[in-house]
């Protein structure tokens, strides 16, 4: 099967209260845990929205780029650019595996058959809900590896974020926030910073990798479609941002767990 044939209706028809509240409930609920709810997104364009596997990919890759965008500004109100520079080699070591997971999993992506994405993308949904639980109801600790180590291993683990990150058109910050923490001992606010620097460059690769494929057309017959949804996810995200504490985490991590675990049978059901 070619990618072709996992491409969407030509043009979504949905009504704009529709869309844009969809994305403001993603955008929320990613607020309150302090991420861009790309996660929560892709099941909703399959789902709701009836977008086939690839093109729910490229779409939320693209709304992803633009959040990831919009958050910066605010992150680098939190941890100055300073305190960031002084971290550039962590930064550097996971891109070195990123970048080429990035467009690894991107080609993999538009060469997989419909059926088998639908599976594959259940299955990381499985892996963003226990990363999730892990990341947030927890705090990581650090392995103290010695720098011999230490550089492999990132470079491996940014390989595998960046491949997750490109087949689920997601930043990857489930992922990335921990490895940081884990691997190179850094707080976990400097963690979340340097996740967006590592997402950015890693996320513009995938596009690039998916505009060569004829399903990135996806984008320009659904332009409206995706600047409404972007909008919401912003106006949620920070609604979300303000909610942030308001509902415990001992309830909250949980749920959100459970509606990734229900998406994921879902997907794992799709035809």
Not at 7 to 26: E, M, Q
Not at 139 to 165: E, K, M, R, Y
């Amino acid at each position: 099967m070619t990618a072709g044939q996992n491409l969407a209706p030509a043009r979504s028809t949905h009504p704009t209260p529709l869309v844009f509240g969809a994305g403001a409930a993603i955008g929320v609920l990613g607020g309150m845990i302090g991420l861009g709810g790309a996660e929560f997104r892709l099941p909703l364009l399959i789902s709701l929205f009836g977008f086939a596997a690839l093109s729910a990919v490229i779409l939320n890759k693209a709304m992803s780029l633009v959040v990831v965008l919009a958050a910066l500004p605010a992150r680098l109100a939190a941890v100055s650019a300073s305190q960031l520079a002084a971290h550039w080699p962590v930064a550097v070591n996971l891109l070195a595996g990123s970048l080429l997971g990035a467009w690894a999993g991107a080609t993999w992506a538009v060469r997989m058959r419909s059926s088998t994405l639908y599976k594959v993308l259940a299955a990381l949904m499985v892996l963003m809900a226990a990363a999730l639980l892990v990341t947030h109801a927890s705090t990581p600790g650090t392995l103290a590896l010695p720098l011999w180590a230490q550089v492999p291993s990132g470079v491996v683990a940014g390989f595998g974020i960046g491949v997750v990150a490109a087949i689920m058109g997601v930043a990857g910050g489930e992922l990335l926030i921990p490895t940081i923490v884990l691997l190179f001992g850094v707080g976990i606010k400097t963690a979340g910073s340097l996740s967006l620097l590592v997402s950015l460059p890693t996320m513009l690769v995938a596009f690039a990798r998916y505009s060569r494929d004829g399903s990135f057309a996806v984008l320009g017959t659904n332009r409206r479609f995706t600047l409404i949804m972007i909008a919401g996810s912003v106006a949620g995200a920070a609604l979300g941002g303000l909610l942030l504490g308001v509902f415990p985490d001992i309830v909250l991590l949980p749920a959100l767990a459970v509606i990734l675990l229900v998406s994921a049978v879902k997907l794992a059901r799709h035809d």
